[in-house]
């Protein structure tokens, strides 16, 4: 079992940076993949960036070159370190993780809202 918070939201004016934590209880090793998603009313959730065991990353087009994810095995911690921010990135971003057996975890989310 594994339960996943995030961390790290919050109001930020446009060009701004923030960095999203996803802080694991159970242990992510066995787990074959992290993932950053995301929600704005009124839109199906997206992916928006996803790392593998080997490290492979993958991002949506729109925001590669802003965006990048990396993950620290020993704290069980996943990071979305989301730079030049744009009032389209305003969303509630979800952290999932993707084990064994085809189990699937989600945190509850955290909210970032773009504005000036």
């Known amino acids: 079992q594994v339960q996943l918070v995030e961390s790290g939201g919050g109001l930020v004016q446009p060009g701004g940076s923030l960095r999203l934590s996803c802080a694991a209880s159970?242990?992510?090793?066995?787990?074959?993949?992290m993932g950053w998603y995301r929600q704005a009313p009124g839109n199906q959730r997206e992916l928006v960036a996803r790392i593998i065991r080997t490290g492979s990353t993958n991002y949506v087009d729109s925001v590669k070159g802003r965006f990048t994810i990396s993950r620290d095995n020993a704290k069980n911690t996943v990071y979305l370190q989301m730079n030049s921010l744009k009032p389209e990135d305003t969303a509630v971003y979800y952290c999932?993780?993707?084990?064994?057996?085809?189990?699937?975890?989600w945190g509850k989310g955290t909210l970032v809202t773009v504005s000036s």
């Open positions: 159970g242990s992510i090793s066995s787990c074959n993949a």
């Open positions: 999932r993780a993707d084990c064994t057996y085809g189990i699937n975890y």
